[in-house]
């Protein structure tokens, strides 16, 4: 798991990746902290924000993805399947830090989205790992103390700490940090897939993502913006990053916003002075609103509050505008001072635009196409009998609400699933008595001894049952769906009860449904005398049932156990419900399913489980035939 591997693709180096140094990590200048080949860690895990950061390598035409790996402190290693581009990779997840490090050993970047209650502590656990450099910090909410120490540690380590409370930032055409920019869409409109010559900087995250519009439509684009995070002590401020910018030679102009509150845009009133910027420099303090206020106000970030005249904006602004930087008379004509700057800067060739590159086209997700609704795609699946996409579950057009509300019962449940429509009440007390009829017939039939040999194998409940499902069919509750079918066949067809029995007789096939090897008519089966009450004293129409009966008295007038069996009167009278509620080529067309069968199945299903269950609590060990019960014929 020690590299970002493409789909299909055999593990190995990367693609266009630098050669680390002997401690892994790649050398870069000082005022560099991201460039082409940089990768990160993301901690958490963030899919959609590190979608979006592949999305933005590829439309910069990168060649390696910038994440290398994500850290899921609450999850397990493993792989998140991503697209970088139009192919699929896999990116490696790591449970902890440490061994992402190991595995990883470039990377000197770790986007932190951890909560605030943990950022501090892996930002901390981050620090102490050599090759990482630089440290995001988005969670808002850190303790400021926490941060000062965090600050400290880093300035200690020479290590950078963007944030805490911050989008992040970008360096056009090379690094995006999380969801910085926003869309695709808009870091393309705001010309953030390729390089530029302006350097900004901000406390604000939001403005941050408005300025670089801002630049793109009035210069030739951005090259980097960081937002340092609206907390009171960043972990990197303001004149951090623009000194940074200072040294680098592709930045040609500065650009910044500050806030009122705290003395930060001070500093580069300092260094505007002193010579240590020499760039010109295009900034605003926002905040001046502040005045119109009687009393004071705490504005949206932990640090825009004024404590004395001096952290105003418009002292700020003053301060500035003395020093030299090149300061708008209101936030309004920021835009008109950048464009004057840059122009400037062209005609005196400092500045030599490029031609504007071909933007790849990132293919559209799926998901993102079908809620636009346009892409169509035929469903793998059809279902016409629950949803459960909504507030609620739904059983067909009811509500599980209402199923519960109503009193449904398992009948009324089972008819909404198996029939798509509620069944009358009588009906749904048919199907309950059925299963509870059919739940169980002891432990010497075949599903139940299968179910307790596997159980005493020591097979777990899920199995057990399954092993004695398996053996449910022709032999074994087959006789639901047969007498179903094979009565309704001979009832159609207006055979009367002896030409139906004549002509089995004839053909040589047993009646199914009739017959038993204990129960006669002398020993009635009780099962069957239920059913036959119920269905004649509730039933609609009993057509079938009474035909059964019928066939009965010829075949136990011949031998007295050639009795309707629980079996078939199951069947047949669940076919009698079935054309009293819907169409004879419907109500035969769900016999022809195996909707009876399955009826079995159901109700048969608690007696098994029964038999595992009692299994288990009797602690019975494993079963093994004893010899004498089978005859050994060799010869």
């Known amino acids: 798991m020690s590299k970002t591997v493409e789909r299909g693709e055999p593990r190995g180096s990367e693609k266009g990746a630098s050669t680390p140094q002997p401690n892994g990590v790649r050398e870069r200048p000082a005022y560099e902290l991201f460039n082409k080949k940089t990768q990160a860690f993301i901690y958490n895990n963030q899919v959609n924000a590190t979608q979006r950061m592949l999305d933005f390598d590829y439309v910069s035409g990168r060649q390696t993805p910038s994440v290398a790996a994500i850290i899921h402190p609450t999850g397990s290693d493993g792989l998140c399947k991503l697209f970088f581009g139009k192919r699929e990779i896999l990116v490696p997840m790591y449970k902890r830090l440490e061994r992402a490090a190991n595995e990883h050993p470039n990377v000197d970047v770790m986007i932190n989205f951890a909560s605030f209650r943990s ?29 000062k120490l965090l600050r400290a540690k880093a300035k200690r380590l020479g290590k950078v700490i963007i944030g805490p409370s911050t989008v992040g930032g970008i360096k056009a055409g090379c690094f995006k940090i999380g969801n910085t920019g926003g869309t695709i869409e808009n870091i393309v409109e705001s010309k ?18 408005e300025v670089y519009f801002t630049i793109a439509m ?20 303001l004149l951090d990053h623009l000194l940074r910018y200072e040294s680098d ?4 102009m500065l650009a910044c916003l500050g806030e009122l509150g705290g003395s930060g845009e001070y500093d580069i009133v300092q260094a505007l002075e002193d010579g240590r910027i020499t760039k010109p420099l295009v900034m605003w303090v926002t905040g001046t609103c502040s005045k119109a206020f009687k009393t004071e106000v705490q504005f949206g970030h932990a640090g825009a509050k004024v404590g004395s005249e001096a952290e105003t904006a418009d002292a700020k602004n003053a301060a500035l505008r003395r020093a030299g930087a090149i300061v708008p008379n209101s936030y309004d004509d920021y835009g008109e001072k950048i464009k004057q700057t840059y122009e400037r800067l062209v005609d005196d060739g400092v500045i030599t635009p490029a031609p504007e590159p071909e933007v790849p086209v990132v293919p559209m997700d799926y998901a993102k196409a079908v809620k636009e609704g346009i892409i169509r795609k035929p469903a793998a699946f059809i279902s016409t009998i629950s949803d459960d996409r909504g507030e609620e579950l739904m059983y067909g057009n009811v509500s599980i609400t209402e199923v519960f509300e109503r009193g449904l019962g398992i009948g009324g449940v089972l008819s909404l699933l198996w029939f798509k429509r509620l069944l009358p009440e009588y009906a749904t007390k048919f199907i309950e008595m059925a299963i509870m009829i059919t739940a169980d017939h002891g432990p010497a039939v075949s599903g139940a001894h299968n179910t307790i040999v596997a159980s005493r194998a020591g097979k777990d409940l899920v199995s057990s049952v399954v092993s004695g499902m398996l053996t449910i069919g022709p032999r074994f509750g087959g006789a639901v769906d047969g007498a179903a079918q094979m009565f309704s066949d001979a009832f159609d067809r207006g055979l009367t009860p002896q030409e139906f029995v004549d002509e089995m007789k004839r053909k040589g096939v047993n009646i199914q449904g009739i017959g038993h090897r204990v129960k006669s008519v002398n020993n009635p089966d009780m099962r069957v005398s239920i059913i036959k009450d119920f269905v004649f004293k509730n039933f609609g129409s009993s057509d079938l049932l009474a035909y059964a009966v019928g066939v009965e008295k010829i075949t136990t007038a011949k031998r007295n156990n050639l009795i309707l069996n629980v079996d078939g009167a199951i069947g047949i009278a669940f076919a009698d419900m079935l054309r009293s509620e819907m169409t004879r080529e419907e109500a035969d067309g769900y016999i022809q399913l195996g909707a009876l069968n399955g009826l079995f199945v159901l109700g048969r299903s608690i007696g098994l489980m029964g038999h595992h269950l009692d299994q288990k609590r009797l602690k019975q060990g494993l079963y093994r035939h004893p010899w004498d019960d089978i005859a050994y014929m060799l010869d």
Do not use: C, W
Request: aromatic residues 4%; glycine residues 14%.
């Open 192 to 209: 953030l897939h390729r390089p530029g010559s302006v350097g900004f900087v901000s406390k604000s995250g939001g403005l941050s993502n």
């Open 249 to 252: 030679p592709a930045v040609k």
């Open 218 to 237: 009035n210069t030739d684009g951005l090259y980097e913006g960081i937002a340092v995070g609206g907390d009171m002590y960043p972990g990197s401020t």
């Open 119 to 147: 950022a501090a502590a892996s930002t901390d656990e981050a620090l102490d790992v050599p090759q990482i450099k630089t440290v995001v910090v988005i969670a808002e909410g850190v303790p400021e103390r926490r941060t």
